[in-house]
């Protein structure tokens, strides 16, 4: 775990308050929790779809772990713009036009997914679509943050 890391997360392996739900009758999840509680008080927010588009809504390119990589910092970007941090993401779901794809280039998304988020791994869902409402995009990802 890096400094900032440790810094992120509490001593119960918290991170922002959030408790990460991993039941043992589940086993143990590989980059996602099964669940993830809010604390008391804390502001919900809710993060439409972000696809890998940039400032001026071009897509980064048709490299889907790039994609992947624009639409996750977006969503965090939105969390940020909201008073909180990455720490604060309960829930993400992605979508994904080719799930072979995302299989296929799974390391790098890993290597992208912890440079955008660190070892916070809120509940997550992979759903593939039939397509997604931006032509060219690949990937579209939302989220629901509890900001304290």
Known sequence: MSDSEQ???????????????????????????????????????FIAGQVGWDREQHLV???FVAQFEQALANVVLVVRSAGGGRRDIARLTIYVTDKTEYLADLVAIGEVYRR?????????ALVEVAGLVEPG????????????
Do not use: C, Q, W
């Open 61 to 63: 390119g048709e490299n």
């Open 116 to 124: 955008v988020m660190g070892r916070h791994f809120p509940a997550m």
């Open 7 to 45: 810094r992120d997360a509490g001593s119960d392996g918290s991170y922002g308050g959030l408790i990460h739900i991993n039941p043992e009758d589940l086993g143990a999840p590989r980059g996602y929790s099964h669940g993830t509680l809010t604390p008391m008080g804390s502001r919900i927010l």
């Open 137 to 148: 995009a690949k990937v579209e990802i939302e989220g629901t943050a509890a900001i304290s």
